[in-house]
């Protein structure tokens, strides 16, 4: 199905000024580049000591675990039920962070002699957070203590039940707290308003992992050998979960990603061997080749999949596992494409793209990817997008929402209340359902509230470059150096340059023609350059062209030879006075 694009917009650039006195301190004192020194600048590591920590991590600067919320009876509960040998039954979720957390805890908690039974839920079956069969089924187990991950802060009513059932329960959550805690033994949330741990952005995994840190401490375990046995899993779940990579969420991801190209995970292994990933890994590769393949399982499957290979130790079971995975990631592609083209036409059949915020709804679509879906269209269409499922008997509309910088998603379905019958998430995700017949005034609503919180200058492609620079400036020794500053992600992107006055030379069509190679000379620097998607852009008669060029420099290598290449991410070419 083709469908025509909207009305092509301007985008916005934004690159903020050099500040030269504060880049020549760092280049001083810390021995960096130029360009290194800028944009550690422009990313507000202004101080050498700052700077110098971040560019060097370390162990020591994690934090310690006992600083968390409730630490000491969440502590007391588990060791209490390891002593007396009572089952802990632990509930996770069915997203990456989730079945991560839930394979830490069982991996975990098992080592050091407790009795563990563990479950991720159905998506389509139980739905997000704790449903009611899963209390059941820990009662059933003979579970004494209800240990969650990554969930279990807003379920009152299902806790409530666990105490009655004759269970303990120990919330571990990283989502946001609403005016009350549940009433469990122990509720370790970071976010909580009484919380003094120094890192509030941990991940679910983030947060079981800092737990069974604390844990591991109290018996006397060594820090380093528990950090070597789950810093891959902490990863894992912290990239995927899109978590911003600074403080603590980026030394979990830095050390994990060393540790995940050494795992000695065997379901780990089957999943990179199937998706013919090697070390050294980035996290480009978790979030677009790991994540996805675990995230498959749960979104059109069962997660339990994802997280049985996770706690597998049999390589043939997790060979075959994960190969069961890879077939339901395919067919995830195929399912997320099909629906995203349906997707991009009602829109553009409805005239939404012209609305302040984007909802439409359709029978069939997969609960499980919507989310994906909704991704897409606020790229496309740049609006916020509530992407939903209508189920006709029974009446209901659910699905997933995504949004762009200035439209907080939560504070937007808060403000709906009375229209739904449930919502939450965050600033930037969120989900919710409400009856069919509610649709059209929360479409109507969404526009309206909308028209406080943006503008039309909000809707406008925004381009951000960290530093303008000379082209003399990206060197290869200078590019190494800004490796220094990975892992890249959320809150800590790849960095993006900008030069004036840059030539385009010969143009080169790939044999992908919407992929193209180019010169580009930029005063006395000649680079070579890709243009990805810019095919219909960079077509041979722009050869000659001076522009204003927007780029992310990276490290090509070729037989053993290593060079700079600059991936061109937008230009403007410059006009005769």
């Not at 789950?230 to 979990?252: K, Q, S, W, Y």
């Not at 997790?318 to 890879?326: H, L, P, Q, T």
């Not at 991009?344 to 989310?371: K, N, P």
């Not at 910088?405 to 739904?420: E, G, M, S, T, V």
Request: glycine content about 8%.
């Amino acid at each position: 199905m083709q469908v025509s694009a909207p009305p092509s917009t301007t985008p916005t650039w934004h690159v903020p000024a050099r500040q030269p006195e504060r880049e020549a301190r760092l280049q001083r004192e810390l021995g960096v580049s130029s360009l290194l020194a800028a944009v550690l600048v422009q990313r507000g590591l202004i101080e050498p000591e700052e700077a110098h920590a971040f560019l060097n991590p370390s162990y020591d600067q994690f934090h310690d675990p006992r600083k968390l919320p409730d630490f000491v009876p969440a502590v007391k509960a588990i060791l209490g039920a390891k002593e007396r040998g009572e089952l802990i039954f632990v509930h996770g979720d069915y997203d990456v962070d989730g079945v991560t957390s839930a394979a830490l805890y069982h991996r975990f908690l098992r080592s050091v002699g407790c009795r563990v039974v563990t479950h991720v839920p159905h998506r389509m079956k139980e739905g997000y957070g704790i449903h009611e069969s899963a209390v059941e089924a820990a009662r059933e187990a003979g579970a004494k203590l209800f240990l969650t991950c990554d969930c279990g802060t807003g379920a009152h009513e299902q806790i409530r039940a666990a105490h009655a059932a004759g269970m303990t329960v120990v919330v571990t959550d990283h989502h946001e707290v609403g005016e009350t805690l549940p009433e469990a033994a122990a509720v370790i949330n970071p976010h909580r308003a009484d919380s003094t741990y120094p890192f509030p952005e941990l991940a679910g995994v983030g947060v079981a992992f800092k737990f069974a840190e604390g844990i591991a401490a109290e018996l006397g375990l060594k820090r380093e050998h528990f950090y070597r046995a789950f810093l891959d899993l902490a990863a894992l779940g912290t990239i995927a979960d899109v978590m911003p990579l600074v403080g603590e969420n980026r030394l979990l991801a830095r050390f994990g990603l060393e540790q995940l190209g050494i795992t000695k995970k065997i379901g780990l292994q089957a999943l990179m061997r199937e998706a013919e990933l090697q070390a050294p890994l980035r996290s480009y590769h978790v979030g677009f080749v790991l994540g996805p393949r675990l995230n498959a399982a749960g979104r059109i499957d069962d997660a339990a999949l994802a997280l049985d290979l996770l706690i597998e130790s049999d390589p043939t079971q997790a060979a075959a596992m994960a190969r069961e995975i890879e077939r339901i990631n395919q067919a995830r592609r195929e399912e997320q494409e099909r629906t995203i083209q349906e997707a991009e036409a009602l829109v553009l059949e409805q005239g939404m793209e012209t609305r302040r915020v984007i909802v439409i709804a359709r029978e069939g679509w997969h609960s499980g990817i919507i989310g994906i879906v909704a991704g897409r269209l606020v790229e496309r269409f740049r609006r916020p997008t509530f992407v939903l499922a209508i189920d006709p008997a029974e009446g209901l509309c659910k699905g997933s929402a995504r949004t762009i910088p200035k439209f907080h998603l939560a504070d937007a379905l808060n403000a709906h209340r009375d229209l739904l019958l449930s919502g939450g998430g965050h600033a930037m995700a969120a989900g919710c359902s409400l009856p069919l017949d509610r649709l059209e005034a929360f479409r109507d609503g969404l526009h309206g509230y909308a028209a406080d919180y943006l503008t039309d200058e909000d809707f406008l492609p925004h381009v951000e470059a960290d530093v303008l620079v000379e082209g003399s400036e990206v060197t290869l020794n200078a590019l190494e150096e800004l490796q220094r500053m990975e892992p890249f992600g959320c809150a800590n992107p790849t960095p993006s340059f900008m030069v004036r006055g840059a030539q385009i030379g010969k143009i080169t069509p790939t044999r992908k023609p919407e992929h193209v190679q180019l010169e580009i000379q930029a005063g006395e620097t000649l680079a070579k350059g890709m243009g990805f998607s810019m095919g219909d852009r960079l077509t041979p008669e722009m050869e000659g062209i001076t522009c204003d060029l927007l780029f992310q420099p990276t490290l090509d290598e070729w037989r053993g030879r290593r060079s700079v290449k600059w991936h061109v991410r937008d230009f403007l070419p410059q006009t005769s006075p």
